[in-house]
């Protein structure tokens, strides 16, 4: 059975996610720790749970949602996983945590790519990776059909949508992603949001303003 546990971290108030099944291998998600207490808040319940951590998946590359890569790398020996199109958002890092003024060591690059239709294994969960750009221009999902849930970043949250005003941003490309890869997934599928709180496919095809469905 799937377990998902988040954790909401640094001041963007991201969630970050672990995985687990049975096997007790697990895979995190938008590692956003920021300080000392918050990486161990993670490490400990890995910990606690007697995990395997065999991959770090990056839904995008904002800095809110990379800044526990490299704590991660260091303590599991796992590289970022993302889209090859997240490779330059990846590399102002350094100059958007300049701009805002929020030190954070800086993730490793990645050096493997996921792509839409690749199928992630860990213990004897599959994650199906959807490419959802518009937030960032490589953003992707991790769908499990199994337990009816994605994993979405930055894409689609309870009532609204991601921004748009970021370099890079599209929202035409954010909204045809909505319409074509979430909104296509059965209604009963639990979405997962990198900021806020649950929801679901089904209440945001009624209720989001921002994106109906056709």
Request: overall charge negative.
């Amino acid at each position: 059975m799937l377990t998902v546990k988040y954790f909401t971290f640094n001041p963007a108030r991201e969630n970050t996610y672990i995985l687990h099944d049975e096997t007790d291998e697990c895979v995190i998600i938008d590692a956003g720790c920021y300080t000392a207490q918050e990486q161990a808040i993670l490490k400990d319940y890995i910990t606690d749970k007697k995990l395997k951590p065999v991959m770090l998946l990056c839904t995008h590359a904002h800095f809110d949602h990379i800044m526990g890569n490299r704590f991660v790398f260091d303590t599991y020996g796992l590289k970022p996983l993302s889209h090859k199109k997240e490779l330059e958002v990846f590399a102002a890092q350094e100059s958007v945590s300049k701009r805002y003024e929020i030190n954070f060591d800086l993730s490793p690059i990645p050096e493997k790519f996921i792509e839409e239709g690749d199928k992630l294994t860990f213990g004897t969960t599959t994650l199906s990776v959807l490419f959802t750009p518009g937030h960032s221009p490589g953003h992707v999902v991790f769908y499990n059909a199994e337990n009816h849930l994605v994993i979405n970043g930055d894409v689609l949250f309870k009532g609204t949508v991601g921004r748009t005003d970021l370099p890079l941003a599209n929202h035409a490309d954010l909204e045809n992603s909505i319409k074509t890869k979430l909104y296509t997934l059965p209604d009963e599928t639990t979405v997962y949001c990198g900021h806020g709180p649950v929801t679901n496919i089904g209440h945001e095809k009624v209720h989001n303003m921002f994106v109906t469905a056709d």
